[in-house]
């Protein structure tokens, strides 16, 4: 199992929850907006992050950590993802995952078996041809489907979220992509960071001002009432 980050205590990402969050390296999406660029083009510069290590921490915070969340990079390209949730789950923990929706076979696995409480899954674009821009790669989008369906039909509790980024998404796209989820229980618009992106020309892009979110919130929640900005 390769491990390249590892946070102890993050309030940030998981919704009313105390989190320790694994990062696992490498993704099949090139998103220009990624903030975490290093761990796709470069994860063998970070140091390894031992499972034991982990495990260990987790001992001794159960009383205070409530779960682990797993992000990437993209954890599902990992056929040992399975063997590393088990691992945490039978510390008692909860585990959240991450993921770009590109796998359904292996997102399907996960779920079948209840080895996960709750899934974040990214909608980079609506889903037609300028989702491939947006993931920076061709997409299979009937896997993008395929996954969306799966998490609705799951019975746990999920979001879904975009990061939105000036000169990928408008008012419309954002209302196209909460009708494709129309009826979902969460819907997360995230604010943009330019900060550190994988492609260089988008740190000069200014994120959009707050108040043009929350109108986009406010399309969203005609298809999604329970969509939420983040990040601002």
Same mark, same amino acid.
């Given at each position: 199992?390769?491990?390249?980050?590892?946070?102890?205590?993050?309030?940030?990402?998981?919704? %009313?929850?105390?989190?320790?969050?694994?990062?696992?390296?490498?993704?099949?999406?090139?998103?220009?907006?990624?903030?975490?660029?290093?761990?796709?083009?470069?994860?063998?510069?970070?140091?390894?992050?031992?499972?034991?290590?982990?495990?260990?921490?987790?001992?001794?915070?159960? !009383?205070?950590?409530?779960?682990?969340?797993?992000?990437?990079?993209?954890?599902?390209?990992?056929?040992?993802?399975?063997?590393?949730?088990?691992?945490?789950?039978?510390?008692? %923990?909860?585990?959240?995952?991450?993921?770009?929706?590109?796998?359904?076979?292996?997102?399907? =696995?996960?779920?079948?078996?209840?080895?996960?409480?709750?899934? /974040?899954?990214?909608?980079?674009?609506?889903?037609?041809?300028?989702?491939?821009?947006? /993931?920076?790669?061709?997409?299979?989008?009937?896997?993008?489907?395929?996954?969306?369906?799966?998490?609705?039909?799951?019975?746990?509790?999920?979001?879904?979220?975009?990061?939105?980024?000036?000169?990928?998404?408008?008012?419309? !796209?954002?209302?196209?992509? /909460?009708?494709?989820?129309?009826?979902?229980?969460?819907?997360?618009?995230?604010?943009?960071?330019? !900060?550190?992106?994988?492609?260089?020309?988008?740190?000069?892009?200014?994120?959009?001002?707050?108040?043009?979110?929350?109108?986009?919130?406010?399309?969203?929640?005609?298809?999604?009432?329970? =969509?939420?900005?983040?990040?601002?």
């Amino acid at each position: 199992m390769d491990i390249r980050g590892f946070i102890e205590t993050s309030f940030l990402d998981w919704d %009313g929850k105390v989190a320790a969050v694994i990062f696992l390296p490498y993704c099949n999406f090139k998103c220009p907006f990624c903030s975490n660029g290093i761990l796709i083009t470069d994860p063998g510069s970070l140091p390894a992050v031992s499972l034991a290590k982990i495990e260990d921490f987790i001992k001794l915070r159960h !009383d205070f950590i409530d779960g682990v969340v797993i992000t990437g990079g993209e954890p599902t390209i990992h056929p040992w993802l399975p063997d590393l949730i088990k691992r945490i789950k039978a510390l008692g %923990g909860l585990v959240k995952l991450d993921t770009n929706g590109s796998n359904p076979n292996h997102l399907s =696995t996960l779920l079948a078996n209840h080895l996960v409480d709750y899934v /974040a899954m990214d909608l980079k674009a609506p889903l037609h041809s300028r989702y491939h821009e947006a /993931a920076g790669v061709k997409v299979d989008l009937n896997k993008i489907k395929e996954s969306i369906g799966l998490i609705m039909n799951s019975g746990i509790d999920y979001e879904f979220r975009t990061t939105v980024v000036p000169t990928l998404h408008t008012e419309a !796209d954002i209302e196209e992509m /909460a009708k494709e989820i129309k009826g979902a229980k969460k819907f997360v618009l995230q604010q943009f960071v330019p !900060d550190h992106t994988l492609d260089e020309k988008l740190r000069i892009i200014a994120p959009y001002p707050k108040e043009k979110l929350l109108t986009m919130v406010e399309i969203a929640k005609k298809h999604v009432p329970n =969509t939420i900005v983040r990040g601002v």
